[in-house]
Each structure stands twice: as structure tokens, then as C-alpha cells.
């Protein structure tokens, strides 16, 4: 009986503490963190000083680098007319690479229908974003096919070069158009 007495008291000095309490609360100055209002008008704060940057997620808080800059997207690294006048000028060549990023163009080896124990392959070096005329550099090989092995065969400048005149001369004409 004792200790059902004392729990009674227990609860009794519990719900007169409570009670005492609450009616003090109307002269209780809550902290600024606590209170809604002020949470209400700094969370406006906070949301307009987030000028479209994602909402709800850990990168809201602070800027890495001191940027926060918004991901455009990957822009090409060459200059875009020479390197659609590359394509188009080995557009008859099956492509093993294409580079933008890098500015190279490399084509398999081609053989000619018309002279089958002929071969070339081209690859084109694009280094720079400006369309000049040192901006394009062909590097041309062919092979001959001999005793049934294909062999190296050295090729003229004029030919090289004729390629890159090609391929500057459509670009211009691309950017004309």
C-alpha cells in the first residue's frame, strides 16, 4: 500500500507541476529558434537568397570554390565549322574515331573500287577554335597491296595539303551560309 501511496503522490506532484507551469508559459519569452514566426521569416530569407539554385538539397546551404555557377552543359573544343568540314570532306571514309572534345578525326583504311590494291586512311587534327588556316592539320597515309601484304607507301605534301584546302574551303562555305 505504501508504494501505491507513493506513486499516487507522484502523479499528483506531477500534474500540479504541469499545471503550475503552463500557466506561467504567457510570460515565457521562447528563443528566436523556437519561435514559428521568426523560423517562418527566415526561411523567406534564406529562399530568396537562393536565386534558383536547387531547392531541398545539401548544396543549398554553401557554394563549393567559391562559385555556383550553373553546369551549361560540355561545349565543343574546336571550332565547329572546320570540324563539319572535316566530316563532311571524309564523309565517304568509314570513321574509327571522332574527337570533338580533342579535334582529332581518324577514318579506317579505304580502298578505292577502282584501285583495289590501293588503301588510304586520313586523320585530321583540328587545334584551335578560331577557323584559320593553321588550325587544320591532315595527316595522309596509303598503302599498296604487294605480293599479297600491304606496304607503306610515302605520300606527296600537295596531296596533304590539298586536303586541308578542302576542308578550309567548305568551312568557309558553311560559314557563309
Request: charged share 25%; hydrophobic share 40%.
Amino acid at each position: 500500500m505504501n508504494h501505491r501511496n507513493k506513486s499516487i503522490k507522484n502523479i499528483l506532484f506531477s500534474i500540479l507541476l504541469i499545471s503550475i507551469l503552463s500557466g506561467c508559459a504567457s510570460s515565457f519569452n521562447m528563443p528566436d529558434w523556437l519561435d514559428a514566426e521568426t523560423a517562418i521569416k527566415r526561411d523567406a530569407e534564406r529562399e530568396a537568397k537562393q536565386d534558383g539554385r536547387p531547392k531541398g538539397k545539401i548544396q543549398d546551404n554553401f557554394i563549393l570554390f567559391g562559385t555556383d555557377k550553373k553546369d551549361t552543359g560540355a561545349t565543343i573544343g574546336v571550332n565547329a565549322l572546320l570540324w563539319r568540314a572535316s566530316l563532311d570532306t571524309v564523309s565517304f571514309m568509314p570513321l574509327e574515331q571522332a574527337d570533338p572534345y580533342g579535334g582529332i578525326i581518324m577514318t579506317e583504311w579505304y580502298t578505292n573500287p577502282d584501285k583495289p590494291n590501293e588503301r588510304y586512311k586520313i586523320t585530321i587534327y583540328i587545334l584551335d577554335t578560331r577557323l584559320r588556316a593553321d588550325a587544320i592539320r591532315v595527316s595522309f597515309f596509303m598503302q599498296q597491296l604487294v605480293n599479297g601484304e600491304w606496304t607503306n607507301v610515302a605520300t606527296s605534301d600537295e596531296t596533304r595539303i590539298a586536303l586541308e584546302n578542302s576542308i578550309l574551303t567548305k568551312a568557309r562555305q558553311f560559314k557563309q551560309e
